[in-house]
């Protein structure tokens, strides 16, 4: 049977994707929502999470599809009622946010669920696979996209906590920390800041193992989500964020692309097991890049 689940924060994400894959999904039904402003046809709508909570007790589930420093109150709220959470990504505004939940949750008895969409693309798991127990010789992210055209007038991104573009990047870093048979960490970093704004718009990531990223949210036309690893046994290309997969040279069937149903698909599991999952290795790589980033001032920047 379906478990009722609330989606809090209706914005662009909870619109393109939570709510079309939960109306598709054999696991879930969508029984309410939580916005100041957005709503979902035919399904119940409150502005105010702690009434959704003491109103709706058949709901087991709350996703939260808030910005990064709002979703700690109520990611902790929704836990101290003892309902499962599941956290869009990046799961926190700072790693001690996310453990403190994590914490929460144990004690709750519930579940918590650290979501990195990407790492559900279609390539990345026969991506995985195939460098299991390979010498990875060099790694390079291209992850270029156009905020304008994904996060339109989101003036968030750009203040304390928002991440600027490490929140894209943390597309890229949820993958390469999922498929390197290695662990690597950040060595040196360069970050683009425009004069206006107080997160990064663009930065250049060395890590050990000769590891790169490249990361730009000024990048218009077409966009750029590319992974590349060479080892001694060849070539892989993951592209568009992970959908498509190439082994020297020669694409390969890596099936349908689904990553939000896969996410929703994974998350049930989780809830009949009683297990969370909550892997912060990419949020590492962002506040070490933040720590040792020397931050460059470029160009001003507005929507």
């Not at 049930?268 to 001032?297: C, E, F, K, N, Y």
Request: hydrophobic content about 45%; overall charge negative; some cysteine.
């Amino acid at each position: 049977m379906p478990m009722n689940i609330a989606l809090v924060g209706i914005g662009k994400i909870a619109a393109d994707q939570h709510v079309p894959t939960l109306s598709a999904s054999p696991d879930w039904t969508l029984a309410a929502t939580v916005s100041r402003s957005g709503t979902v046809d035919g399904i119940a709508s409150f502005t105010d999470l702690d009434r959704m909570l003491a109103e709706c007790p058949d709901i087991s589930v709350v996703s939260l599809c808030l910005p990064p420093v709002p979703r700690f109150v109520h990611a902790a709220r929704a836990l101290a009622a003892r309902r499962h959470v599941m956290l869009e990504k990046p799961p926190g505004a700072t790693l001690t946010e996310v453990h403190r939940l994590e914490g929460m949750a144990r004690d709750a008895g519930v579940m918590l669920f650290a979501t990195w969409h990407s790492r559900m693309a279609a390539g990345v798991a026969p991506a995985r696979d195939w460098l299991r127990g390979k010498t990875v010789t060099r790694a390079h992210i291209t992850w270029k996209e156009d905020v304008r055209k994904w996060h339109p007038g989101q003036e968030w991104v750009f203040e304390p906590g928002g991440m600027g573009v490490f929140d894209p990047g943390s597309n890229a870093l949820s993958i390469l920390t999922h498929i390197l048979p290695m662990a690597v960490h950040v060595r040196s970093a360069v970050l683009e800041y425009p004069e206006n704004r107080q997160t990064p718009i663009a930065a250049q990531v060395q890590f050990t193992g000769n590891v790169s990223g490249d990361f730009d949210w000024r990048q218009t036309g077409p966009q750029t989500w590319d992974i590349e690893v060479e080892t001694h046994s060849g070539r892989l290309v993951l592209s568009d964020g992970g959908a498509t997969l190439a082994i020297d040279g020669t694409p390969q069937d890596v099936g349908e692309n689904r990553e939000y149903a896969c996410l929703y698909s994974h998350m049930a599991g989780l809830v009949a097991r009683g297990q969370s999952d909550v892997d912060l290795s990419p949020m590492v790589h962002i506040a070490d890049a933040m720590t040792l980033g020397r931050r460059v001032t470029v160009a001003p920047f507005s929507f």
